[in-house]
């Protein structure tokens, strides 16, 4: 290889223009505006205003049978059998004595009348009649068994009773299991139970992600936001939002000579994952809007963005002076 070859370009072709590269050429082309546009966008207007809460009732719908096939209906049916298995008076034909007849449709045993069913077994009239009264002749099950469970739910279970009580009996046993595990034989034994989850491979990545939303949602956290702010992060030019926590380390306060905040930087669309940054006060722009507003932006991409006040003037000015300096 010669000496020339080594050496830089001349300036003369250093200097040289390069051709600049027409980007437009490359996008796709806009379509001229149809006499339909003003038609769609107002559709779509429409489907942006009512989806909000259509979703929201059917989230709670949907979280409300969830509960309700899942916990209150096996609650609900453990009880009646408790209550059955307590309560239930079914007598067979070979139980009763021989001088009553083993095919009578009613015998008297101890001055109780009980009525016989399909499959030979007895039970009390009373129960006959309750049903007959309450759902009619047609819907009595022709069985002795089904018919006594239709009478518990029909006599003991009625909702406005029940529910109350299914309520109160959760409340109780979650009570109970936090207690259970802020002990130390409960924290060791739920750890158990939540490596056994940890080690099972697709099981893995849905319980990580179900953990980290309960968390968020229903964990009892030391950590409360006390306003929003902007910072320059990840560099300077490019604003994100963050959520003040507290007041950082007292050893970097000491070592600038500045109050050093710690600031939640939080992801979208997921605002229970993030980075914590340590920023000086006078870096920040406090944006003053408030945490529930600032956590729908998030989720949103920055598509719902919250309404200017008009007390509200906010500056970027010295946040990036003081990069400058």
Request: proline fraction near 9%.
């Amino acid at each position: 290889m010669s000496h020339d070859d080594t050496n830089p370009l001349p300036d003369i072709e250093a200097r040289q223009p390069r051709p600049e590269l027409n980007v437009e050429q490359f996008l796709p082309k806009k379509r001229p505006p149809g006499p339909l546009d003003p038609f769609w966008k107002a559709v779509w207007r429409g489907a942006a205003t009512v989806l909000p809460p259509l979703l929201t009732v059917v989230i709670i719908i949907w979280v409300a049978a969830t509960i309700d096939a899942y916990i209150f209906s096996p609650l609900k049916k453990g009880i009646q059998n408790a209550i059955f298995v307590a309560t239930a008076d079914i007598r067979s034909a070979q139980s009763l004595p021989p001088s009553l007849g083993n095919d009578a449709r009613e015998v008297v045993v101890n001055g109780k009348t009980f009525v016989r069913m399909r499959g030979g077994k007895y039970i009390p009239k009373e129960v006959i009649e309750y049903l007959r009264e309450q759902v009619g002749e047609e819907e009595i099950p022709p069985q002795a068994v089904d018919a006594y469970q239709l009478y518990i739910e029909l006599r003991f279970l009625k909702p406005h009773l029940v529910l109350p009580f299914l309520i109160a009996l959760l409340i109780l046993v979650l009570y109970l299991l936090g207690k259970f595990v802020t002990a130390r034989m409960g924290r060791l034994a739920w750890s158990q139970i939540e490596a056994l989850f940890v080690s099972l491979p697709f099981v893995r990545s849905v319980y990580g992600a179900v953990k980290q939303v309960s968390d968020f949602l229903l964990a009892q956290r030391s950590m409360e936001f006390s306003r929003v702010v902007a910072v320059e992060w990840p560099r300077r030019g490019i604003w994100s939002i963050g959520l003040v926590t507290s007041e950082s380390f007292d050893q970097l306060r000491k070592k600038t000579g500045r109050v050093i905040l710690s600031v939640f930087i939080p992801t979208s669309p997921a605002p229970m994952t993030g980075f914590t940054v340590n920023v000086p006060e006078e870096d920040t722009v406090d944006l003053g809007i408030s945490i529930d507003q600032a956590i729908q932006f998030i989720v949103s991409c920055g598509v719902v963005v919250p309404p200017p006040s008009s007390s509200d003037s906010v500056d970027l000015a010295p946040a990036s002076a003081a990069h400058n300096e």
